[in-house]
Protein backbone atom coordinates (compact mmCIF):
# COMPACT_ATOMS: atom_id res chain seq x y z
CA UNK A 1 0.00 0.00 0.00
CA UNK A 2 1.45 4.04 -0.92
CA UNK A 3 2.28 5.96 2.08
CA UNK A 4 0.40 8.54 2.32
CA UNK A 5 2.59 11.61 2.03
CA UNK A 6 3.45 14.02 5.03
CA UNK A 7 1.19 16.98 3.80
CA UNK A 8 -1.81 14.53 4.10
CA UNK A 9 -0.79 13.10 7.36
CA UNK A 10 -0.69 16.85 8.45
CA UNK A 11 -4.25 17.98 6.61
CA UNK A 12 -5.95 14.69 8.29
CA UNK A 13 -4.58 15.40 11.52
CA UNK A 14 -5.56 19.20 11.41
CA UNK A 15 -9.14 18.05 11.01
CA UNK A 16 -9.07 15.42 12.99
CA UNK A 17 -8.18 17.98 15.67
CA UNK A 18 -11.41 20.36 15.03
CA UNK A 19 -13.42 17.11 15.34
CA UNK A 20 -12.18 15.98 18.48
CA UNK A 21 -12.47 19.96 19.63
CA UNK A 22 -15.69 19.84 18.81
CA UNK A 23 -17.19 16.59 20.80
CA UNK A 24 -14.84 18.01 23.37
CA UNK A 25 -16.78 21.39 23.67
CA UNK A 26 -19.72 19.36 23.70
CA UNK A 27 -19.30 16.38 25.76
CA UNK A 28 -17.34 18.37 28.70
CA UNK A 29 -13.91 16.97 27.93
CA UNK A 30 -12.26 20.66 28.04
CA UNK A 31 -9.91 19.51 31.39
CA UNK A 32 -9.09 16.31 29.93
CA UNK A 33 -7.85 18.24 26.44
CA UNK A 34 -5.78 20.77 28.48
CA UNK A 35 -4.26 17.79 30.73
CA UNK A 36 -3.33 15.35 28.39
CA UNK A 37 -3.97 16.86 24.86
CA UNK A 38 -2.44 20.40 25.03
CA UNK A 39 0.78 19.36 26.51
CA UNK A 40 1.54 17.67 23.24
CA UNK A 41 1.02 20.60 21.26
CA UNK A 42 3.36 22.82 23.98
CA UNK A 43 5.88 20.26 23.14
CA UNK A 44 5.83 20.09 19.73
CA UNK A 45 6.42 24.26 19.59
CA UNK A 46 9.07 24.09 21.54
CA UNK A 47 10.80 21.52 19.80
CA UNK A 48 10.30 24.03 17.04
CA UNK A 49 12.16 27.25 19.28
CA UNK A 50 14.57 24.98 20.37
CA UNK A 51 15.85 24.24 16.88
CA UNK A 52 14.84 27.83 15.38
CA UNK A 53 17.63 29.67 17.56
CA UNK A 54 20.21 27.84 16.62
CA UNK A 55 19.24 27.21 12.91
CA UNK A 56 19.26 31.03 12.55
CA UNK A 57 22.48 31.74 13.65
CA UNK A 58 24.26 29.24 12.13
CA UNK A 59 22.08 29.17 9.01
CA UNK A 60 22.49 32.75 8.92
CA UNK A 61 26.64 32.57 9.12
CA UNK A 62 26.62 30.12 6.75
CA UNK A 63 25.00 31.70 4.03
CA UNK A 64 27.20 35.05 4.67
CA UNK A 65 30.49 33.08 4.92
CA UNK A 66 29.32 31.58 1.15
CA UNK A 67 28.54 34.45 -0.69
CA UNK A 68 30.90 35.59 -3.02
CA UNK A 69 32.02 39.28 -1.05
CA UNK A 70 30.46 41.73 0.73
CA UNK A 71 29.68 44.04 -1.65
CA UNK A 72 26.81 40.75 -2.59
CA UNK A 73 25.67 41.05 1.00
CA UNK A 74 24.80 44.49 0.91
CA UNK A 75 22.78 44.20 -1.94
CA UNK A 76 21.16 41.22 -0.99
CA UNK A 77 20.19 42.82 2.22
CA UNK A 78 19.02 45.80 0.74
CA UNK A 79 17.05 44.22 -1.62
CA UNK A 80 15.52 41.67 0.98
CA UNK A 81 14.43 44.94 3.12
CA UNK A 82 12.62 46.93 0.80
CA UNK A 83 10.60 44.00 -0.74
CA UNK A 84 10.02 43.07 2.80
CA UNK A 85 8.54 46.94 3.35
CA UNK A 86 7.13 46.77 -0.20
CA UNK A 87 4.52 43.42 0.50
CA UNK A 88 4.10 44.74 3.84
CA UNK A 89 2.42 47.78 2.79
CA UNK A 90 0.60 45.94 -0.28
CA UNK A 91 -0.81 43.38 2.36
CA UNK A 92 -2.00 46.41 4.54
CA UNK A 93 -3.67 48.27 1.28
CA UNK A 94 -4.98 44.75 0.62
CA UNK A 95 -6.99 44.67 3.49
CA UNK A 96 -7.91 48.34 3.83
CA UNK A 97 -9.86 47.63 0.54
CA UNK A 98 -12.11 44.76 1.56
CA UNK A 99 -12.37 46.03 4.93
CA UNK A 100 -13.50 49.67 3.48
CA UNK A 101 -15.79 47.93 0.40
CA UNK A 102 -17.29 44.80 2.20
CA UNK A 103 -17.57 46.93 5.93
CA UNK A 104 -18.10 44.36 8.77
CA UNK A 105 -18.74 46.69 11.53
CA UNK A 106 -21.66 47.78 9.83
CA UNK A 107 -23.72 44.79 9.56
CA UNK A 108 -24.53 45.02 13.68
CA UNK A 109 -27.61 46.44 14.88
CA UNK A 110 -28.12 49.97 15.07
CA UNK A 111 -29.10 49.34 18.77
CA UNK A 112 -25.39 47.43 19.11
CA UNK A 113 -23.70 50.32 17.44
CA UNK A 114 -25.25 52.87 18.97
CA UNK A 115 -24.50 51.80 22.39
CA UNK A 116 -21.06 50.83 21.02
CA UNK A 117 -20.88 54.73 19.98
CA UNK A 118 -21.59 55.76 23.35
CA UNK A 119 -18.91 53.87 24.87
CA UNK A 120 -16.81 55.71 22.59
CA UNK A 121 -17.73 59.09 23.42
CA UNK A 122 -17.71 58.34 27.00
CA UNK A 123 -14.46 57.48 26.58
CA UNK A 124 -13.48 60.86 25.00
CA UNK A 125 -14.90 62.70 27.73
CA UNK A 126 -12.63 60.35 30.13
CA UNK A 127 -9.77 61.64 28.39
CA UNK A 128 -10.11 65.11 26.69
CA UNK A 129 -6.43 64.79 25.21
CA UNK A 130 -7.93 62.47 22.58
CA UNK A 131 -9.52 64.36 19.57
CA UNK A 132 -12.05 63.44 18.50
CA UNK A 133 -12.66 61.75 14.74
CA UNK A 134 -15.98 63.53 13.65
CA UNK A 135 -18.47 65.76 15.28
CA UNK A 136 -21.60 63.34 16.07
CA UNK A 137 -22.48 63.76 19.80
CA UNK A 138 -25.14 61.29 20.68
CA UNK A 139 -24.28 61.76 24.44
CA UNK A 140 -26.41 65.24 23.83
CA UNK A 141 -29.10 63.94 22.36
CA UNK A 142 -31.99 63.52 25.27
CA UNK A 143 -33.08 60.72 22.92
CA UNK A 144 -30.77 58.14 24.07
CA UNK A 145 -30.84 59.28 27.43
CA UNK A 146 -32.31 55.79 29.40
CA UNK A 147 -29.95 53.91 26.31
CA UNK A 148 -26.70 56.12 28.27
CA UNK A 149 -27.52 55.18 31.43
CA UNK A 150 -27.97 51.86 30.86
CA UNK A 151 -24.85 52.27 29.23
CA UNK A 152 -22.75 53.79 32.23
CA UNK A 153 -24.43 51.35 34.66
CA UNK A 154 -22.84 48.53 32.56
CA UNK A 155 -18.98 50.23 32.03
CA UNK A 156 -19.43 51.02 35.75
CA UNK A 157 -19.52 47.21 36.64
CA UNK A 158 -16.90 46.00 33.86
CA UNK A 159 -13.05 45.57 34.68
CA UNK A 160 -10.79 45.25 31.87
CA UNK A 161 -9.65 41.57 31.74
CA UNK A 162 -6.29 40.97 33.08
CA UNK A 163 -5.18 39.70 29.41
CA UNK A 164 -6.03 42.96 27.75
CA UNK A 165 -4.21 44.96 30.57
CA UNK A 166 -0.98 43.03 29.88
CA UNK A 167 -1.01 43.76 26.43
CA UNK A 168 -2.03 47.11 27.05
CA UNK A 169 1.36 47.36 29.49
CA UNK A 170 3.09 46.03 26.73
CA UNK A 171 2.45 48.71 24.42
CA UNK A 172 2.93 51.34 26.61
CA UNK A 173 6.16 50.36 27.42
CA UNK A 174 6.99 49.97 24.01
CA UNK A 175 6.14 53.57 23.41
CA UNK A 176 7.92 55.44 26.58
CA UNK A 177 11.10 54.83 25.31
CA UNK A 178 13.11 56.98 23.02
CA UNK A 179 13.07 56.85 19.43
CA UNK A 180 16.09 55.50 18.67
CA UNK A 181 15.77 52.86 21.43
CA UNK A 182 14.37 49.73 18.94
CA UNK A 183 17.90 50.68 16.97
CA UNK A 184 19.87 50.55 20.61
CA UNK A 185 17.81 46.91 20.89
CA UNK A 186 19.87 45.62 18.16
CA UNK A 187 22.98 45.44 19.56
CA UNK A 188 23.27 42.93 22.56
CA UNK A 189 25.14 43.15 25.27
CA UNK A 190 25.81 39.58 25.75
CA UNK A 191 24.63 37.21 22.76
CA UNK A 192 24.15 34.06 25.14
CA UNK A 193 21.19 36.24 27.05
CA UNK A 194 20.13 36.70 23.69
CA UNK A 195 20.55 33.35 22.34
CA UNK A 196 18.44 32.13 25.65
CA UNK A 197 15.76 34.71 25.67
CA UNK A 198 15.40 34.49 21.94
CA UNK A 199 15.91 38.06 21.14
CA UNK A 200 15.71 37.58 17.60
CA UNK A 201 17.04 40.60 16.46
CA UNK A 202 20.11 40.64 18.51
CA UNK A 203 20.74 37.02 17.16
CA UNK A 204 20.29 38.15 13.72
CA UNK A 205 22.71 41.20 14.33
CA UNK A 206 25.62 38.82 15.61
CA UNK A 207 25.09 36.11 12.84
CA UNK A 208 25.57 39.43 10.13
CA UNK A 209 28.62 40.65 12.06
CA UNK A 210 29.94 37.21 12.52
CA UNK A 211 29.67 35.98 8.98
CA UNK A 212 30.80 39.73 7.63
CA UNK A 213 33.84 39.28 9.68
CA UNK A 214 34.18 35.68 8.70
CA UNK A 215 34.11 36.48 4.54
CA UNK A 216 36.98 39.04 5.13
CA UNK A 217 39.25 36.51 7.38
CA UNK A 218 42.09 35.33 5.20
CA UNK A 219 41.15 31.92 3.64
CA UNK A 220 43.39 29.46 5.97
CA UNK A 221 41.69 31.14 9.05
CA UNK A 222 38.22 31.02 7.61
CA UNK A 223 37.94 27.61 6.52
CA UNK A 224 38.02 25.93 9.44
CA UNK A 225 35.58 28.33 11.02
CA UNK A 226 33.21 27.85 8.23
CA UNK A 227 33.41 24.27 7.57
CA UNK A 228 32.14 24.13 11.80
CA UNK A 229 29.60 26.39 11.06
CA UNK A 230 28.61 24.40 7.83
CA UNK A 231 28.40 21.04 10.43
CA UNK A 232 26.52 22.77 13.12
CA UNK A 233 24.14 23.76 10.31
CA UNK A 234 23.69 20.90 9.02
CA UNK A 235 23.23 19.27 11.94
CA UNK A 236 20.43 21.28 12.50
CA UNK A 237 18.46 20.72 9.70
CA UNK A 238 19.02 17.08 10.20
CA UNK A 239 16.75 17.30 13.66
CA UNK A 240 14.19 19.18 12.03
CA UNK A 241 13.43 16.43 9.68
CA UNK A 242 13.36 14.25 12.51
CA UNK A 243 11.10 16.35 14.23
CA UNK A 244 8.90 16.69 10.58
CA UNK A 245 8.38 12.83 10.42
CA UNK A 246 6.65 13.04 13.94
CA UNK A 247 4.69 16.27 13.38
CA UNK A 248 0.86 14.80 12.17
CA UNK A 249 0.46 13.67 15.63
CA UNK A 250 1.15 16.97 17.41
CA UNK A 251 -0.31 19.02 14.77
CA UNK A 252 -3.15 17.29 15.94
CA UNK A 253 -3.00 17.76 19.51
CA UNK A 254 -1.94 21.49 18.90
CA UNK A 255 -5.29 22.02 17.13
CA UNK A 256 -7.31 19.98 19.64
CA UNK A 257 -6.09 22.04 22.28
CA UNK A 258 -5.89 25.69 20.49
CA UNK A 259 -9.70 25.44 19.94
CA UNK A 260 -10.88 24.14 22.89
CA UNK A 261 -9.05 26.80 24.59
CA UNK A 262 -10.42 29.50 22.79
CA UNK A 263 -14.42 28.01 22.92
CA UNK A 264 -14.40 27.94 26.21
CA UNK A 265 -17.10 26.15 28.12
CA UNK A 266 -19.72 27.19 25.39
CA UNK A 267 -19.52 27.47 21.08
CA UNK A 268 -21.91 30.11 21.66
CA UNK A 269 -20.12 32.52 24.15
CA UNK A 270 -19.53 35.32 22.38
CA UNK A 271 -23.08 36.35 22.91
CA UNK A 272 -24.50 39.62 21.09
CA UNK A 273 -20.68 40.83 19.49
CA UNK A 274 -21.07 37.19 17.65
CA UNK A 275 -22.56 38.96 14.27
CA UNK A 276 -19.85 41.46 14.22
CA UNK A 277 -16.82 39.07 14.97
CA UNK A 278 -18.37 36.76 12.22
CA UNK A 279 -18.32 39.29 9.77
CA UNK A 280 -14.97 40.82 10.85
CA UNK A 281 -13.40 37.24 10.99
CA UNK A 282 -14.69 36.17 7.23
CA UNK A 283 -13.36 39.74 5.73
CA UNK A 284 -10.28 38.81 7.68
CA UNK A 285 -9.84 35.65 6.17
CA UNK A 286 -10.64 36.46 2.50
CA UNK A 287 -7.83 39.58 2.81
CA UNK A 288 -5.19 36.87 3.78
CA UNK A 289 -6.33 34.32 1.30
CA UNK A 290 -6.87 36.92 -1.38
CA UNK A 291 -2.43 38.06 0.09
CA UNK A 292 -1.51 33.98 0.35
CA UNK A 293 -2.95 32.57 -2.83
CA UNK A 294 -3.12 35.38 -5.40
CA UNK A 295 -0.62 38.23 -4.70
CA UNK A 296 2.06 36.39 -4.02
CA UNK A 297 1.58 33.95 -6.88
CA UNK A 298 1.27 36.85 -9.06
CA UNK A 299 4.62 37.93 -7.82
CA UNK A 300 6.12 34.78 -8.27
CA UNK A 301 4.29 34.32 -11.93
CA UNK A 302 5.81 38.13 -12.33
CA UNK A 303 9.36 37.74 -10.99
CA UNK A 304 10.31 33.95 -10.71
CA UNK A 305 9.86 32.99 -14.21
CA UNK A 306 11.55 29.09 -13.70
CA UNK A 307 8.92 28.92 -10.95
CA UNK A 308 4.77 28.04 -11.70
CA UNK A 309 2.09 29.38 -9.34
CA UNK A 310 1.25 25.58 -9.06
CA UNK A 311 5.24 24.48 -8.02
CA UNK A 312 5.26 27.56 -5.95
CA UNK A 313 2.05 26.73 -4.03
CA UNK A 314 2.98 22.67 -3.24
CA UNK A 315 6.51 23.80 -2.78
CA UNK A 316 5.52 25.56 0.62
CA UNK A 317 2.43 23.46 1.27
CA UNK A 318 4.40 21.83 4.21
CA UNK A 319 5.26 25.00 5.63
CA UNK A 320 1.85 26.94 5.45
CA UNK A 321 0.73 24.06 7.38
CA UNK A 322 2.91 24.22 10.00
CA UNK A 323 2.38 27.55 10.55
CA UNK A 324 -1.32 27.41 10.70
CA UNK A 325 -1.16 25.00 13.82
CA UNK A 326 1.70 26.53 15.63
CA UNK A 327 0.76 30.44 15.00
CA UNK A 328 4.49 31.06 15.39
CA UNK A 329 6.83 32.34 11.92
CA UNK A 330 9.37 31.69 14.07
CA UNK A 331 8.79 27.97 15.02
CA UNK A 332 8.15 27.12 11.61
CA UNK A 333 11.30 28.65 10.72
CA UNK A 334 12.82 25.28 10.40
CA UNK A 335 10.05 23.80 8.12
CA UNK A 336 10.00 27.18 5.79
CA UNK A 337 13.83 26.77 5.23
CA UNK A 338 13.65 23.29 4.23
CA UNK A 339 10.64 24.02 2.11
CA UNK A 340 12.15 26.83 0.08
CA UNK A 341 15.34 25.26 -0.35
CA UNK A 342 14.51 21.56 -1.08
CA UNK A 343 11.36 22.41 -2.92
CA UNK A 344 11.63 25.98 -4.35
CA UNK A 345 15.39 26.13 -5.21
CA UNK A 346 16.41 28.79 -3.88
CA UNK A 347 20.21 28.62 -2.78
CA UNK A 348 20.59 28.11 0.81
CA UNK A 349 23.21 31.94 0.65
CA UNK A 350 19.70 33.35 -0.08
CA UNK A 351 17.54 31.23 2.09
CA UNK A 352 19.92 31.24 5.11
CA UNK A 353 19.98 34.79 5.13
CA UNK A 354 16.45 36.40 3.56
CA UNK A 355 14.04 33.33 5.52
CA UNK A 356 15.90 34.24 9.57
CA UNK A 357 14.85 38.32 8.78
CA UNK A 358 11.52 37.62 6.82
CA UNK A 359 10.53 35.97 10.09
CA UNK A 360 11.62 38.85 12.44
CA UNK A 361 10.91 41.40 10.32
CA UNK A 362 8.03 40.62 7.73
CA UNK A 363 4.59 40.65 9.47
CA UNK A 364 2.64 41.14 5.92
CA UNK A 365 -0.41 38.97 7.30
CA UNK A 366 -0.19 40.50 10.74
CA UNK A 367 -0.01 43.92 9.61
CA UNK A 368 -2.99 43.30 7.26
CA UNK A 369 -5.11 41.51 10.38
CA UNK A 370 -4.34 44.95 12.29
CA UNK A 371 -5.65 47.41 9.62
CA UNK A 372 -8.87 45.19 8.81
CA UNK A 373 -9.62 44.82 12.94
CA UNK A 374 -8.87 48.68 13.47
CA UNK A 375 -11.18 49.85 10.78
CA UNK A 376 -14.00 47.15 11.60
CA UNK A 377 -14.14 48.05 15.32
CA UNK A 378 -14.30 51.73 14.06
CA UNK A 379 -17.54 51.19 12.01
CA UNK A 380 -18.59 49.25 14.69
CA UNK A 381 -18.54 52.10 16.95
CA UNK A 382 -19.78 54.30 13.91
CA UNK A 383 -16.53 56.68 13.31
CA UNK A 384 -15.50 56.72 9.70
CA UNK A 385 -12.23 56.90 9.22
CA UNK A 386 -10.56 59.41 6.90
CA UNK A 387 -7.92 58.43 4.16
CA UNK A 388 -5.86 60.62 6.24
CA UNK A 389 -6.46 58.45 9.33
CA UNK A 390 -6.07 55.42 7.26
CA UNK A 391 -2.61 56.02 5.36
CA UNK A 392 -1.79 56.73 9.48
CA UNK A 393 -2.66 53.01 9.78
CA UNK A 394 -0.94 52.08 6.55
CA UNK A 395 2.31 53.77 7.67
CA UNK A 396 1.94 52.59 11.92
CA UNK A 397 0.92 49.12 10.81
CA UNK A 398 4.38 48.63 8.87
CA UNK A 399 6.53 50.07 11.03
CA UNK A 400 5.15 48.29 14.41
CA UNK A 401 5.62 45.26 11.79
CA UNK A 402 9.07 45.18 11.72
CA UNK A 403 10.74 43.37 15.00
CA UNK A 404 7.49 41.96 15.97
CA UNK A 405 7.94 39.11 18.33
CA UNK A 406 7.13 36.20 16.14
CA UNK A 407 5.13 34.33 18.86
CA UNK A 408 1.26 33.60 18.81
CA UNK A 409 -0.45 36.97 19.07
CA UNK A 410 1.84 39.34 19.45
CA UNK A 411 -0.05 41.38 16.65
CA UNK A 412 -2.67 41.88 19.52
CA UNK A 413 0.02 44.15 21.50
CA UNK A 414 0.83 45.93 17.59
CA UNK A 415 -2.79 46.37 17.32
CA UNK A 416 -3.09 49.17 20.69
CA UNK A 417 -0.32 51.13 18.93
CA UNK A 418 -2.10 50.97 15.64
CA UNK A 419 -5.73 51.88 17.51
CA UNK A 420 -3.55 54.98 19.67
CA UNK A 421 -1.88 56.35 16.52
CA UNK A 422 -5.44 57.33 15.33
CA UNK A 423 -6.95 58.37 18.01
CA UNK A 424 -8.94 55.33 19.11
CA UNK A 425 -9.64 53.26 22.69
CA UNK A 426 -6.64 50.75 22.87
CA UNK A 427 -9.29 48.66 25.12
CA UNK A 428 -11.00 47.52 22.44
CA UNK A 429 -8.83 44.74 21.40
CA UNK A 430 -11.01 42.73 24.14
CA UNK A 431 -13.70 42.75 21.53
CA UNK A 432 -11.85 40.54 19.04
CA UNK A 433 -10.04 38.50 21.69
CA UNK A 434 -11.97 35.38 21.55
CA UNK A 435 -11.22 34.86 17.77
CA UNK A 436 -7.94 36.25 17.84
CA UNK A 437 -6.41 32.73 18.37
CA UNK A 438 -8.13 31.72 15.01
CA UNK A 439 -7.41 34.61 13.01
CA UNK A 440 -3.79 34.23 14.43
CA UNK A 441 -3.41 31.19 12.77
CA UNK A 442 -4.62 32.46 9.24
CA UNK A 443 -2.43 35.49 9.25
CA UNK A 444 1.10 33.46 10.24
CA UNK A 445 -0.11 31.22 7.00
CA UNK A 446 0.45 34.51 5.06
CA UNK A 447 3.28 36.12 7.00
CA UNK A 448 5.29 32.41 6.21
CA UNK A 449 4.02 32.51 2.44
CA UNK A 450 5.43 36.21 2.36
CA UNK A 451 8.98 34.94 3.15
CA UNK A 452 8.78 32.45 0.73
CA UNK A 453 7.87 34.87 -2.20
CA UNK A 454 10.35 37.54 -1.08
CA UNK A 455 13.24 34.82 -0.56
CA UNK A 456 12.39 33.32 -4.61
CA UNK A 457 12.28 36.99 -5.71
CA UNK A 458 15.59 37.87 -4.25
CA UNK A 459 17.07 34.49 -5.81
CA UNK A 460 15.33 34.97 -9.34
CA UNK A 461 16.91 38.55 -9.29
CA UNK A 462 20.67 37.55 -8.38
CA UNK A 463 20.50 35.03 -10.64
CA UNK A 464 19.88 37.44 -13.56
CA UNK A 465 22.87 39.52 -12.17
CA UNK A 466 25.29 36.31 -12.06
Known sequence: MKKVALHWQVIIALFLGIVFAFFAVNLGWQDFTKAYVSPFGNIFINLLKLIAVPLVLFSIITGIGSLKNIKQLGRVGLKTLLIYVATTMSAIMIGLFFVNTIKPGTFSSDDSRIEKRIEYELWLEENPQVLALDDTHIL????YSKKIASVKERISSNDISAVVRDKIDKAKQSQSRGPLAPLVDIVPKNVIVALAEMEMLQIIFFAI????VLVNLPDAQAKPVRNLMEGLNALFVAMVNVIIKTMPFFVFALMAGSLVEAAGENLDKLGEQLLFLGHYSWVVVLALFVVAFVFYPLLIRIFVKKLSIKEFLKGISKAQLT?????SSMATLPVTMECVH???KVPKPISSFV????????MDGTSLYQAVAVVAMAQFHMIDLDVTQQIMIVLTATLASIGAAAVPS???VLMIVVLESVGLNPVWIAIILPVDRILDMCRTVVNVTGDATVSAIVSASEEQKA
Open 342 to 344: DNL
Open 209 to 212: FFGV
Open 323 to 327: AFSTS
Open 410 to 412: AGL
Open 140 to 143: HDSK
Open 355 to 362: LPIGATVN
